[in-house]
């Protein structure tokens, strides 16, 4: 508890600094780069959060960091709007459920929000933990799917974000024409979508 106490104190004051360089950097070119380099710290926060078992706070952070790299890629740097918990609330009704899945370098945390409970339902796995037992799968000489599908995701991100890019720049050709990058895109949301509902279907829900 004690370490936790720390890890929190340390944290706000990290986000301070992070904040108050961010709000002085005049460019917002140079400003998306410190954002984005430091976005592991912020992913990082969620975990603290739903350590020290503020679980409707973690859930908002997890949507803040979210919100803002969309907002990065659709507009540019500013001020981005992020729902609340209450506000995510609204959105749901006695039959219906919201599952979010936020990552982070240290864990991989699943919230599940049911209609007018108090606080999401979280669900974590620890990287750690993860890869620990990949290596011992490897061992026997088999590649782990896990580590096949996230393999595979880099890849297809990678790959597109570059073809993007040539396109942005003008670099596609007539032929292969500009619909290159955007016959990727059904490939990118089965992948994105296929990974984490198998993860999900390996948690046992419970209860706080």
Known sequence: MGQT??????????????????????????????????AGFQQLTVDLAIQSGNWCAALELAEKGKNACLSWLLYSLGDESSPTYSEIQKLL??????????????????FILKHNAPSPIVLSSHISAINSRE???ASDGKLPTT??????????????NKEYADYREGKDSEE??????????????????????RQVYGFKPRSR
């Open 135 to 137: 290596e011992n799968q």
């Open 5 to 38: 106490s720390e890890a929190e104190e340390l944290q706000r004051r990290a986000t301070d600094i992070l904040q108050n360089l961010l709000e002085n950097t005049p460019s917002p070119a140079r400003k998306q780069q410190l954002a984005l380099r430091f």
């Open 147 to 160: 580590v096949k599908q996230h393999r595979e995701f880099a890849d297809l991100v990678q790959n597109w």
């Open 176 to 197: 292969i024409g500009q619909t290159a990058w955007r016959d990727r895109l059904p490939d990118l949301v089965t992948v994105t979508i296929s990974l984490p509902e």
């Open 93 to 110: 009704n006695p039959t219906t459920a919201i599952a979010d899945w936020h990552i982070s370098p240290n864990a991989l945390n699943t």
